[in-house]
Structures are given as C-alpha cells and as structure tokens.
C-alpha cells in the first residue's frame, strides 16, 4: 500500500517475485464500474470509500493477471473464478 498526497500518475519500479518490472503506464482508463465508486473529497480530506466490488459488465471482470493472483480475495471468496479480476474483489455474479 503507498501513502501519497501526489495528485497526478504515480509510477512504481521495483523488485516482484521473479525479478524487476516497472508499473509504469498499466492505468486502466476504462471505468472500472463499481457498485459504488464512492466521492472524493473536494477540500483536500479523505471523502467516502463506496463498495469497491465490481457491477454485471465490468470492463475489470477476467481482466487480471493470475501470475501472483492470491487464492482469496478481500471478503474470503475464491479468487480464480476464470482469470482473476482486476481489484480487490473477485465478481461472483451477484
């Protein structure tokens, strides 16, 4: 997790499992579709979270790389249903 009060793209450069890589450009630029995406603050404070889960028809669904893909996601769910999801939710057709 990083901490940051940058307000444009951040870029990583590290070390991962089976050697180096750069995050560098890998933004999605297609609305990830959220049930609810939350709101950002406007005077600088944290604003609201939302649910994080994915909606019927997100572009992020099967959109992951399950390369280091965990075997649950954040509620406990099974991860590899298919390709991994993009996030911190697998989709499980709610």
Same mark, same amino acid.
């Given at each position: 997790?990083?901490?940051?009060? =940058?307000?444009?793209?951040? =870029? ?23 049930? $609810? ?13 939302? $649910?994080? =889960? ?30 991994? $999801? ?9």
């Amino acid at each position: 997790m990083c901490t940051s009060k =940058h307000w444009g793209p951040l =870029h990583f450069q590290g070390v991962f499992p089976s050697g180096t890589g750069n995050l560098a450009g890998t933004s999605f630029g297609n609305n990830p579709e959220f049930v $609810d995406a939350g709101s950002p603050s406007t005077n600088g404070g944290l604003g609201t979270v939302g $649910d994080l =889960h994915l909606s019927v028809g997100s572009p992020v669904i099967n959109a992951g790389s399950d390369t280091y893909a965990g075997a649950i996601d954040r509620d406990g769910a099974e991860r590899l249903v298919g390709t991994v $999801d993009m996030g911190a939710y697998e989709y499980a057709g709610q």
